[in-house]
Each structure stands twice: as structure tokens, then as C-alpha cells.
């Protein structure tokens, strides 16, 4: 029998070169189908009427070989449903030996590395019924390339919220949408490189992903000390060549100190004097428990920061929507960078979001999550004074971490000590600058990130490593 080939909408091809007969030449060719993957399970196959005729032999010879291949197993059939290949259980591989010794799991159960909020609570059903009235009530422009600013909507709206729960002095026009905070960086890298910025200061703790952007703009990274004021901004005048300064002066990350107000002033006073920009990272400033809440340095002189903001915190960072207040000199310069064709949120996300925000929906979430993050910061602090009370925790009046002092010398210890619990934690030495000072050891303790089924296990295998 030559090679045949049968089609019944897509193509089914069965190779019976050198088989003797008929059947046993169709048998053997749907065996080697199947048992090469070629014709996957639960695959229906044609009726023995139409694959006879695709095949030019007669259909008895097809019905005949289907049977013998439900009586093998390699097939099924049943009335209604025709005939498709047999579902078979995949061999399962060896159990390998188990270790003499248990090493760390390779999968964390529990995570307490901070900049996540808890996932499980992003609020679905208020967000379905915002994007469904913003969807409703898109105008057409929306679909298209639009503004590299941002949808008017949502500009209007952050200015609006800006104001009133940050103190920004903002307005729709300074305002430049992206794609999260790393995105505003990325731009104003950008921004600097073409204005001829050679450096910019950065904070002795901060998230490496922001120092190596400007790196990789091609901007020198100088370092100022921080202590428990937060950063030493009087220092600014000391680096000759900075032009600008990247700060998070409402909750230092990681640290949480807020910045103490005679540095804000200091940092508005290098700014002024010498033309530099200071580039301000809100990253969790909705989130205050002890304290009045600490508004926006942008406040103090709008035309010499750069304000970012997002809602990878007060929401969820898979919705890649953040914010810049850009000083008006600006605004167009850093749109510019953007261009029509770089990478941002869709505009259904943004009028969503802004939907979302001008119903008071965002209002009432970042209410009730102030609640929840602080019982868990609560709980942080009762069961370490009573579990572990030679640990000092500190940056607890707001965001959603804390710090957890640690002996000298034991940080690397009690992270491997974690991973044999199970639980992915992070030291200060994950975050300091090469230049800092490398001599403060604790722990960064993301109480926000676990979701409540995991939170109560986290706590636990934390108090387990440090007791």
C-alpha cells in the first residue's frame, strides 16, 4: 500500500509505506499517530465513511480497524460522539531517592519580601463595574494612539485626588501617564542624559532596579548617608556634578524614616540654588498609622520636582499605572521622551482607573487597606515583643514594611534560616548602595505582601528563626 493522506477539515496523515494489508497498514499508521503525539488524546477522528473514501479503500476495512483499536485501548468510541483517541495515563517517572539531608525548599510557602501588596485583595468587582461605565462612555479618540500624556480623563482626576489627599500642586496639563514608577525613571533618565546631567544622588538604601536605570542612562549614582532624621540632604552641596536627586521622603525605602523637615527644606534649597531637580518617589505615601499624614515634597516648590506616583501599592502593580507631576517647563519634555509609540497603559486601564477614582471607589479601598495593613503591623509588633523581645522594629508608622534590627554579623544567618522554614525574607544589605555603610544588619519585613489565609503561617515561621 502507497502513502495516504486524508483530510476531514484539518489534515490527518497516516504513512502505511511498507505495511502488508490493508487494515493492519491503517492500524499500524494510527498506533504511530498516537504514540508519537500526532493525533493527541481525546482527538475525534473521522467516520470510518468519510476516512474510507479520503483513503480510497472500502469502509468495512476502516470499521474494522477502529474496532480493533477500541479492543487495544488505543481508541474509544461511543454512540454520539464518534471516535477519538483513547485518554492514557503518562507513565510516571521514578520516585527519586530521598535525601539524607532536607535542603531549603525550592518554592518559599510564605513570602514576606516587601513591595507587593496583598494581591488577593484588589477590589474585582467595584474595578468590573468601573471599566464597564468607562467603557460605556469611552469617546471614540480613545481607541486610537492619543495623547503621549495621558487620557485627559484620568489626568484631570489624579490632579484632582493630588491635591486633596497628597497636597501636589498639580494641574491636568503637568501631568505625564506611564507605566509605573520604573517607566517614569526610565524617562527621565532620558530627560537628564538630554539636558546634560552627568550624576544623580541617590539614597544609601533604595531598590537597585532605580539605581541601575540611571546607570544604564549613563548617569553617575553619588550616594548621600541616611540616618534617623533620613537622608542627609544638606550633603547635596558637597557633590559638584549632581543635577538632580532621587528621594522618597514621606516613607524612606527601605529604612521608613520620613524625611525630617528641615532636610526637605534643605533638599527645596539645593534645588533653587543650583538648578538641580529632586525627584520624589511616593511609593506608598496613602499608608499612615501613627502619624499626620506627611504631604508631598512637590508641595514645597513645584518647579524643581518631579513627582511619581502609582497604583502598584494602594491597588496592584499588575496594572502598570502610574504618574509624574513634571514642573510646567517640563511637562512637554518628558511627553516628548515618552513619544506616541512607547510603551504605557491601555487607554481603557486609564479611564477605568479614573472612573474608579472619581466614583470614590479608590477612596474607600486605600481606607479599608490602611485598616488591614495596620492590624497586621499590629500583630507584627505583639508577637515580636512577646516572642522575640530583644528585636527592635522600626518604619512602622506607616507603608507596608518594617525593619527588624538584627546582631552584627547574624543577617546572612537568619535569611538562610528562613528559606529551611520555608519563608522568603530579605536583609538591609539587599538595598544598600555599594558606597553605604555597611554596617546596620536587619531584616525588611513585608507584612503587606501575604494574602490572610498565608499571613498567620508567615508570622509564625518568622517568629520561628528569630526565636
Known amino acids: 500500500?502507497?502513502?495516504?493522506?486524508?483530510?476531514?477539515?484539518?489534515?490527518?496523515?497516516?504513512?502505511?509505506?511498507?505495511?502488508?494489508?490493508?487494515?493492519?497498514?491503517?492500524m499500524d499508521a494510527l498506533r504511530e499517530a498516537v504514540r508519537t503525539g500526532r493525533l493527541a488524546p481525546g482527538t475525534r477522528l473521522p467516520s470510518s465513511r468519510t476516512l474510507?473514501?479520503?483513503l480510497g479503500i472500502a469502509r468495512n476495512t476502516v470499521a474494522d480497524a477502529y474496532a480493533e483499536l477500541v479492543a487495544e485501548g488505543w481508541l474509544t468510541a461511543r454512540q454520539g460522539s464518534g471516535t477519538r483517541v483513547a485518554r492514557r495515563a503518562e507513565p510516571r517517572p521514578p520516585a527519586a531517592a530521598a535525601p539524607r539531608t532536607r535542603p531549603p525548599r525550592s518554592t518559599p510557602a510564605y513570602s514576606l519580601k516587601p513591595g507587593t501588596p496583598d494581591l488577593a485583595t484588589f477590589p474585582r468587582a467595584e474595578w468590573l463595574k468601573a471599566a464597564r461605565r468607562a467603557l460605556a462612555a469611552a469617546p471614540y479618540d480613545a481607541f486610537g494612539y492619543g495623547d503621549p500624556r495621558g487620557r485627559i480623563e484620568l489626568r484631570t482626576v489624579l490632579a484632582e485626588y493630588l491635591a486633596r489627599a497628597r497636597g501636589v500642586y498639580a494641574d491636568p496639563d503637568r501631568i505625564v501617564v506611564c507605566a509605573g514608577f520604573v517607566h517614569g525613571l526610565?524617562?527621565?533618565?532620558?530627560?537628564?542624559?538630554?539636558?546634560?546631567?552627568?550624576?544623580?544622588?541617590?539614597?544609601?538604601y533604595g531598590l537597585?532596579?532605580?539605581?541601575?536605570?540611571?546607570?544604564?542612562?549613563?548617569?553617575?549614582?553619588?550616594?548621600?548617608?541616611?540616618?534617623?532624621?533620613?537622608?542627609?540632604?544638606?550633603?547635596l552641596h558637597t557633590l559638584r556634578n549632581a543635577g538632580a536627586v532621587l528621594l522618597t521622603p514621606a516613607h524612606q525605602f527601605p529604612t521608613g524614616v520620613p524625611l525630617h523637615p528641615d532636610r526637605r527644606a534643605a533638599a527645596v534649597d539645593w534645588a533653587r540654588s543650583t538648578g538641580g531637580l529632586i525627584l520624589e518617589d511616593d511609593y506608598d505615601g496613602e499608608f499612615r498609622y501613627d502619624r499626620q499624614p506627611v504631604g508631598a515634597l512637590q508641595g514645597l516648590d513645584p518647579e524643581h520636582v518631579v513627582y511619581l506616583g502609582t497604583a502598584s501599592k494602594s491597588l496592584a502593580p499588575g496594572l502598570r499605572l502610574g504618574w509624574m507631576v513634571a514642573p510646567s517647563a517640563m511637562a512637554a519634555e518628558i511627553a516628548g521622551a515618552k513619544g506616541a509609540s512607547d510603551w504605557a497603559p491601555s487607554a481603557l486601564d486609564q479611564l477605568t482607573l479614573a472612573e474608579f477614582m472619581a466614583s470614590g471607589a479608590y477612596d474607600r479601598h486605600v481606607r479599608s487597606m490602611r485598616l488591614r495593613y495596620r492590624?497586621?503591623?499590629?500583630?507584627?509588633?505583639?508577637?515580636?515583643?512577646?516572642?522575640?523581645?530583644?528585636?527592635?522594629?522600626?518604619?512602622?508608622?506607616?507603608?507596608?514594611?518594617?525593619?527588624?534590627?538584627?546582631?552584627?554579623?547574624?543577617?546572612?544567618?537568619?535569611?538562610?534560616?528562613?528559606?529551611?522554614?520555608?519563608?522568603?525574607v530579605e536583609g538591609l544589605a539587599f538595598y544598600r548602595h555599594p558606597d553605604a555603610d555597611p554596617r546596620r544588619e536587619a531584616l525588611v519585613i513585608g507584612y503587606?505582601?501575604?494574602?490572610?489565609?498565608?499571613?498567620?503561617?508567615a508570622l509564625d515561621a518568622l517568629l520561628r528563626v528569630l526565636t
Not at 217 to 234: E, K
Not at 450 to 456: G, L, V
Open 186 to 204: 526610565m524617562l527621565m533618565g532620558k530627560v537628564l542624559r538630554g539636558r546634560r546631567v552627568r550624576e544623580v544622588a541617590v539614597e544609601s
Open 448 to 457: 503587606g505582601t501575604p494574602t490572610d489565609s498565608a499571613w498567620t503561617g
Open 52 to 54: 474510507a473514501a479520503d
Open 1 to 26: 500500500m502507497t502513502d495516504a493522506w486524508a483530510t476531514f477539515g484539518a489534515d490527518l496523515h497516516l504513512d502505511t509505506t511498507g505495511s502488508t494489508g490493508l487494515r493492519a497498514g491503517l
Open 375 to 424: 492590624n497586621r503591623r499590629d500583630q507584627l509588633v505583639a508577637a515580636l515583643a512577646e516572642r522575640a523581645p530583644r528585636i527592635r522594629v522600626s518604619g512602622i508608622a506607616a507603608g507596608l514594611h518594617a525593619v527588624l534590627e538584627l546582631p552584627e554579623g547574624s543577617e546572612a544567618e537568619v535569611i538562610r534560616a528562613a528559606a529551611w522554614q520555608g519563608l522568603a
Open 208 to 235: 537597585g532596579i532605580h539605581t541601575r536605570l540611571l546607570t544604564e542612562a549613563g548617569l553617575r549614582i553619588p550616594c548621600l548617608p541616611l540616618d534617623r532624621y533620613g537622608t542627609r540632604t544638606g550633603e
